[in-house]
């Protein structure tokens, strides 16, 4: 006989009081903890519990009696369902106010450390289209939202390019404009999809590992400069004549692009770092500059995603090093070696330490 399972509770009109971490808010009900996605604090909600622990529970809003004062508009059509950028509820001041009045609980309250007096965190001027890199998956199995599905229409058309749904890890959204990353990207990413479509090129199967389109990735550069890597599976020859087919398209449609490359991975899983990288136009790498330094940015190589952002980090950290010309400065996990670069004009001798081949050849 199946056991049955146990309904949990309805929570009515429970006022969001804080913010956590992951993109979840905070109640307290009685001694219950309780974390909500997708709501900001001063929401009054009625939540419906969908994991209850001892000390905590994990709930969904099910329906809004009033709505915080500091809650802004989400300004992406894939709010709420891609899983990313899951914030924009929240203007980014409070987000910032927030996110300080966390990492101080977590020194001095779990940590139990006793602090001087904290600098305000320092804002990107950025809020969109701030990030350098993106990666974008293809799957044959796209991920209907719920409008969708209470249509009842039959889609023929089930490949989709874009990001995979949290905890489904064989389903990707389609996206069609993502903020995150220079407009360049949206309209690679969709033209890249939309040739796929008219030729009737195959999306790769998350489960069963059958298809050629596997992954796409766009690197931009304050420099101006533009990276694209296409990543596909190929075992036969007529494979790679149709893959090369849409590499020249997207080199004839998009000229801007300066660094065309391509992987082929026939392995199970996603990573890069062990395959070979080809080049199909212009150089195999990139440029970033930041106070008359120049780093060479390859397919493999770590570089802060948020280019403009990184160079006031770096200036902080030297900063607070506080050197003087006679110190020997480690970096580690050095990537390309930024930060070590950075530093090395107060430093006696700096050494950056990457376990990347191609990271360190780049530096």
């Not at 809003?61 to 802004?72: C, I, L």
Request: aromatic letters at 12%; proline letters at 3%; charged letters at 25%.
């Amino acid at each position: 006989m199946a056991r049955k399972r146990k309904e949990l509770p309805l929570l009515e009109k429970v006022t969001i009081t804080d913010v956590a971490a992951e993109g979840k808010a905070i109640a307290k009900v009685n001694d219950l903890v309780v974390f909500v996605p997708y709501v900001v604090p001063g929401d009054v909600v009625d939540l419906q519990i969908k994991r209850k622990k001892h000390h905590y529970a994990e709930a969904e809003a099910v329906k809004f009696h009033e709505y915080s004062s500091v809650r802004a508009v989400p300004f992406c059509q894939h709010y709420g369902v891609c899983g990313g950028c899951k914030w924009q509820v929240l203007p980014y001041s409070e987000q910032i106010k927030y996110k300080q009045k966390q990492v101080t609980d977590n020194l001095t309250r779990i940590g139990k450390i006793e602090l001087p007096e904290i600098s305000p965190i320092l804002g990107s001027e950025k809020t969109q289209f701030y990030r350098n890199k993106l990666e974008y998956t293809f799957s044959n199995k796209r991920w209907l939202t719920a409008e969708e599905v209470g249509q009842n229409v039959v889609y023929e058309q089930m490949n989709a390019v874009g990001f995979h749904i949290p905890n489904a890890f064989d389903k990707v959204l389609a996206i069609e404009k993502c903020w995150l990353q220079d407009d360049i990207s949206n309209r690679i990413r969709n033209a890249v999809r939309d040739y796929a479509y008219k030729h009737d090129y195959s999306f790769i199967n998350l489960r069963t590992h059958e298809g050629m389109l596997r992954n796409m990735i766009v690197r931009t550069s304050t420099t101006g400069e533009l990276m694209v890597i296409l990543i596909c599976k190929i075992e036969r020859e007529e494979e790679m004549e149709l893959f090369k087919q849409m590499l020249q398209y997207v080199a004839d449609t998009f000229p801007e692009i300066t660094s065309l490359l391509y992987i082929i991975n026939n392995k199970v899983n996603d990573t890069i770092t062990d395959l070979d990288v080809y080049t199909f136009k212009g150089k195999d790498h990139i440029f970033e500059e930041m106070e008359g330094l120049r780093f060479k940015v390859g397919p493999k190589s770590f570089y802060q995603t948020n280019s403009e952002q990184a160079y006031n980090l770096y200036k902080i950290a030297r900063n607070f090093a506080g050197l003087t010309g006679n110190e020997l400065v480690y970096d580690l996990y050095t990537g390309t070696g930024t930060i070590a670069n950075f530093v090395s004009r107060q430093a006696r001798r700096v050494i950056g330490i990457e376990y990347v081949p191609e990271a360190i050849e780049d530096a």
